[in-house]
């Protein structure tokens, strides 16, 4: 939709815009732009992509566009990528949350897209919810499978469009594992506050950008094979589109 920009991107983005154009044609992804803004930053930060929480005033950031991406229900993770990856061409480093639309086979999302400081990312953190870890299932969001895991030894249940949300308490342990006996669980246990983590038992959504803005506070959690720990930024996305 943005015709005559030229632009040259580090090899390691180059191999990612084969990756991202791949996926894009396979899954017959539409990106648009609905309104811009008439100029677009020249200094672009490829490494951050951030989900603006209703806590934070947009204000005083600078608006760039509103823009739609749909594509097959198949593989939602692959729609927030493609959302993102030109989203951060047009020089965003954050967005909100707009609406959705969708039929039997597929969804289309919308968001407004800015440039904002690292002082209005660092604000922005530090007012995201604290002490919940969410455990989602597939990104298929017509997939009827269920997916189970188990929760301090008892089996959960996941449901097609469905995600468990845990509401952590400070000091305690938990143990998260794969449904099969002898599966050996992932061990958690924080005594700070910590921002949200966002699980899933099926390793989508894992390019979380690279941070920029140090010191707010997250806890890094590792996830070993059959829970991954993915990009929050999808993830509150998600619970925009499941709740």
């Keep these: 939709l943005v015709r005559n920009m030229i632009i040259r991107p580090p090899m390691k983005r180059t191999i990612t815009l084969v990756f991202i154009l791949t996926f894009s044609i396979f899954y017959s992804q539409k990106f648009k732009i609905i309104s811009l803004k008439d100029s677009i930053p020249e200094n672009k930060n490829y490494e951050i992509f951030e989900f603006i929480n209703d806590k934070s005033s947009v204000e005083n950031s600078n608006y760039i566009a509103t823009i739609s991406c749909e594509g097959e229900k198949s593989a939602f993770s692959n729609i927030f990528e493609i959302a993102k990856f030109q989203s951060q061409n047009l020089g965003a480093n954050s967005f909100k949350y707009i609406k959705k639309e969708e039929n039997e086979d597929r969804i289309k999302i919308y968001l407004d897209i800015y440039a904002t400081t690292d002082q209005f990312l660092f604000l922005n ?5 604290e002490n919940k870890i969410y455990v989602f299932g597939s990104d298929n969001l017509n997939d009827k499978k ?3 895991y188990k929760l301090n030894g008892k089996l959960r249940t996941l449901q097609n469009r469905k995600f468990d949300q845990i509401d952590y308490k ?21 005594n700070k506050n910590f921002k949200s983590i ?15 803005v140090k010191n707010y506070g997250i806890v890094t959690v590792t996830t070993y094979e059959l829970f991954y720990n993915f990009d929050k930024n999808l993830g509150y996305v998600l619970l925009e589109i499941f709740n």
């Excluded at 953190?125 to 919810?129: D, H």
């Excluded at 400070?170 to 924080?190: E, N």
């Design 170 to 190: 400070l000091g305690s342990k938990l143990k998260i594992a794969q449904k099969d006996f002898m599966a050996i669980p992932i061990q958690f246990q924080a």
């Design 198 to 212: 966002f699980l899933n038992t099926d390793g989508w959504g894992r390019n979380e950008s690279q941070e920029s």
């Design 146 to 148: 269920k997916r189970y």
């Design 125 to 129: 953190r530090k007012n995201e919810e």
